[in-house]
């Protein structure tokens, strides 16, 4: 017995004359046993717990009772012992005068705020481990809890509620058909309860930091009210032989139908945990007298989600990601700290062709996490002085954290970090860092499915040629024009007309250490050290292993931040082939020529959404102007290609795309003239960094070069600016998505 509380009660019991007589009066009242879904539960007729079950719980009763868990309001007889939850975090204990238990505790905290599990859950946990004698129970603010206003838990002596019995029993017997195992975190384990009810799972562990960790997880994966920041749950926790072990009820209503009925199938009765942990308090005789084992079961069955709902939060439990391996810096040397050992700030070095690293060489270091496969992970390594923004104006060396596995490999003179990372978690970064959080959930839902697709189209193309080798040649690959067979070539030839041309596109074969790279040239990957919002993470977990398809294969879904008004195709930018989905249509509802373009627009709150805040440095993009004088970009051209043209004397378009883009562009100087292409060495060629897009009209006014050009970037595939304003105007995601890749198929794989 725990003598503190014991006493407590007791005295309570000595001074408090309501108090003694309701606990009194629970040792006489009547109850039956009932067959609920194979759990025999117990009915009490208790009168005493009519002020409980039929409480006004509107916002406007609300604020007009007065709190009886706050200590003006209670009466002069009720006292309290106090105890310390986490972080400083105090509560009051308190006896509950209309007692379902012969011991019923409230467990309340000292300020009034709104009954919430966020945060407070290993309070709980604490509490049962201080009180191992003891279950403790929480009633969601829509789940039965008749003060939703102050924070509360409740407590009752342990076996006394039947499904508490029922789990230790299936835990003690290793039933692994009634109790379904899901998945488990480090000490901690979690399990699917096959009866009685839908939504009821059941987590066991050894710490309490592990079983928190997989009951966040759990109620990350249970659908959100839209007036809740937390699902609707019942909650019981209680310590078994040093071991934590919880029940959670996922409920679809707070109260059932019955309750506001006013013919013969009313009940008086609003099930909380005591109810639904199978003893059922029936306050009205008339309602204790009908209640049979039918329509008790009618009542939970009515109030838990349902078996979609349940099939869901588990699909969601077991999910999976597919691993990815993104390369992330190289030097030298890389400072690095791994955050799980304790060691602080590392180095590994390049020494010999091999990795050195504490006085040891290697061909390659791992330092291994798990990246969790239902949910996002946490961070598990840093890395420092990470180069983010290569050759843009807004270049700059920052420190970063990542999930997942680090791995070191030599890479010619080089050490490279290479992060491997659960696809999920890679675009939770990808996501935060390519546009601000606080955007549209649909057009950030849309801009999960097509940075999923690309970047799983890249890991399918990568592995490909392993494939092809274990198949043998293939003639026709063999057969191709050298200069559009492979991506990332470059090409000098002379032309017919004596020209002599440098082609160049960075695509699929630039990597073949890793899958991606995390900077621009693949997609902007930041690791976890990227603001990442609940937005976000929902778009993600709503799209999870959604993909855009066209004839059984995952689209190249590329995409860019303004088309300019038309969409351009893939052969403009990258390697001379096309693809039916990637279509130069304008960028107006239903393409029609002509009309309103999504991308023209400088709605602040938009571009703020969209833009990141070294993205707002760039302030014009669907109509832009640059200008250099003769000198200027001779210099310029000199210094980005590395060639001596001498003084440029023209700038001739030889071949655009269906945008306008160029994909040839003839630079004349004195002493050297070329043809060069594709889109991206022209944008390169052009700027200090990047000029916006290649979608441009040469003009020279005197030795002054004018440039008018139209977008920023390639203008292939999704244009971020134009679908953002597509969300605003209301456009779901999947029609986003056909409007930017027509004839394409949303698949989850």
């Given at each position: 017995m725990d003598n503190n509380i014991d006493k407590f009660i007791k005295d309570q019991l000595s001074v408090w004359p309501l108090a003694a007589e309701n606990y009194r009066d629970l040792k006489k009242v009547e109850t039956k046993r009932l067959d609920v879904g194979g759990l025999e539960i117990i009915v009490q007729h208790n009168p005493c717990r009519k002020i409980s079950s039929e409480a006004a719980l509107d916002p406007k009763s609300l604020s007009e009772r007065p709190c009886f868990l706050c200590p003006?309001?209670?009466p002069a007889q009720q006292t309290h012992i106090?105890?310390?939850?986490?972080?400083?975090?105090?509560?009051?204990?308190?006896?509950?005068?209309?007692p379902?238990?012969?011991?019923?505790?409230?467990?309340?905290?000292?300020?009034?705020?709104?009954?919430?599990?966020?945060?407070?859950?290993?309070?709980?946990?604490?509490?049962?481990?201080?009180?191992?004698?003891?279950?403790?129970?929480?009633?969601?603010?829509?789940?039965?809890?008749?003060?939703?206003?102050?924070?509360?838990?409740?407590?009752?002596?342990?076996?006394?509620?039947?499904?508490?019995?029922?789990?230790?029993?299936?835990?003690a017997a290793g039933d692994d058909k009634t109790l379904e195992y899901l998945t488990n975190v480090k000490e901690a384990k979690l399990f699917h309860l096959n009866e009685y009810a839908n939504g009821v799972f059941v987590l066991c562990g050894g710490t309490a930091k592990s079983v928190a960790k997989l009951f966040y997880r759990l109620m990350d994966c249970a659908p959100m009210p839209e007036d809740s920041d937390e699902p609707k749950i019942n909650l019981f926790t209680w310590t078994h032989n040093g071991e934590y072990r919880s029940i959670v009820i996922f409920r679809e209503k707070h109260r059932p139908h019955n309750y506001y009925s006013t013919g013969e199938d009313h009940l008086a009765m609003s099930p909380g945990c005591a109810d639904l942990g199978g003893v059922f308090v029936a306050p009205k005789r008339e309602d204790y007298d009908k209640l049979d084992s039918e329509l008790l079961t009618a009542v939970v069955r009515e109030i838990t989600v349902s078996e979609e709902t349940e099939k869901g939060i588990i699909w969601r439990l077991t999910r999976t990601q597919r691993r990815l391996e993104v390369g992330i810096m190289s030097g030298k040397e890389i400072e690095f700290e791994?955050?799980?050992?304790?060691?602080?700030?590392?180095?590994?070095?390049?020494?010999?062709?091999?990795?050195?690293?504490?006085?040891?060489?290697?061909?390659?270091l791992v330092f291994e996490a798990q990246t969790e496969a239902t949910m996002f992970a946490e961070p598990s390594f840093i890395l420092y002085g990470v180069t983010i923004g290569v050759d843009f104006h807004w270049e700059r060396k920052v420190t970063q954290k990542f999930a997942g596995t680090l791995k070191f490999i030599v890479d010619g003179e080089m050490v490279t970090a290479v992060n491997i990372v659960g696809v999920e978690d890679y675009l939770l970064s990808v996501i935060s860092s390519e546009m601000k959080a606080s955007a549209g959930l649909e057009f950030l839902k849309a801009h999960a499915v097509i940075s999923r697709s690309w970047v799983m189209a890249q890991v399918?193309?990568?592995?490909?040629?392993?494939?092809?080798?274990?198949?043998?040649?293939?003639?026709?690959?063999?057969?191709?024009?050298p200069v559009t067979s492979t991506g990332s070539v470059t090409t000098e030839l002379n032309s017919k007309a004596g020209e002599e041309e440098y082609i160049k596109w960075f695509d699929h074969d630039d990597h073949t250490l890793f899958d991606v790279c995390a900077d621009d040239h693949c997609q902007r990957y930041q690791g976890l050290t990227m603001a990442v919002g609940d937005t976000v993470r929902k778009a993600i977990d709503q799209t999870w292993g959604l993909v855009?398809?066209?004839?059984?294969?995952?689209?190249?879904?590329?995409?860019?931040?303004?088309?300019?008004?038309?969409?351009?195709?893939?052969?403009?930018?990258?390697?001379?082939k096309d693809?039916?989905?990637?279509?130069?249509?304008?960028?107006?509802?239903?393409?029609?020529?002509g009309g309103d373009v999504f991308c023209d627009t400088k709605d602040e709150k938009i571009l703020s959404q969209v833009l990141n805040d070294y993205d707002l440095e760039t302030k014009d993009f669907y109509r832009w102007t640059t200008e250099y004088s003769r000198t200027e970009v001779s210099e310029l051209v000199r210094r980005r290609s590395g060639i001596d043209f001498g003084t440029i004397r023209d700038l001739v378009p030889i071949e655009r795309g269906p945008s306008g883009r160029l994909k040839r562009l003839k630079v004349v100087g004195d002493r050297k003239t070329m043809v060069i292409g594709k889109e991206l060495i022209i944008r390169r060629w052009l700027s200090e960094s990047h000029l916006k897009s290649s979608a441009f009209e040469v003009k020279w006014i005197g030795d002054r070069l004018v440039l008018d050009g139209s977008g920023w970037g390639h203008g292939v595939g999704l244009c971020q600016i134009g679908a953002a304003v597509m969300a605003s105007k209301g456009y779901t995601f999947d029609q986003i998505l056909l409007h930017y890749y027509p004839g394409s198929i949303l698949e989850r794989r």
């Open positions: 003006e309001n209670r106090e105890f310390e939850g986490r972080k400083g975090r105090k509560y009051r204990v308190t006896l509950n005068p209309y379902i238990f012969p011991s019923h505790l409230v467990i309340s905290s000292f300020e009034h705020t709104r009954q919430s599990i966020w945060h407070r859950y290993q309070d709980l946990l604490d509490f049962v481990s201080a009180h191992n004698e003891y279950l403790g129970f929480y009633n969601g603010p829509v789940s039965g809890a008749s003060a939703p206003d102050h924070q509360h838990f409740q407590a009752c002596p342990q076996g006394l509620m039947p499904l508490q019995n029922r789990v230790d029993a299936l835990l791994i955050i799980s050992d304790g060691a602080g700030r590392q180095k590994v070095e390049y020494s010999a062709g091999r990795i050195s690293y504490n006085g040891v060489l290697y061909d390659e399918e193309h990568r592995r490909k040629p392993a494939i092809r080798q274990a198949q043998g040649p293939d003639p026709v690959a063999e057969a191709a024009s855009l398809t066209s004839e059984g294969q995952i689209c190249d879904a590329r995409f860019s931040k303004c088309c300019g008004g038309r969409m351009e195709i893939f052969s403009t930018c990258w390697e001379d693809y039916p989905y990637l279509q130069p249509l304008p960028d107006t509802p239903d393409c029609a020529e």
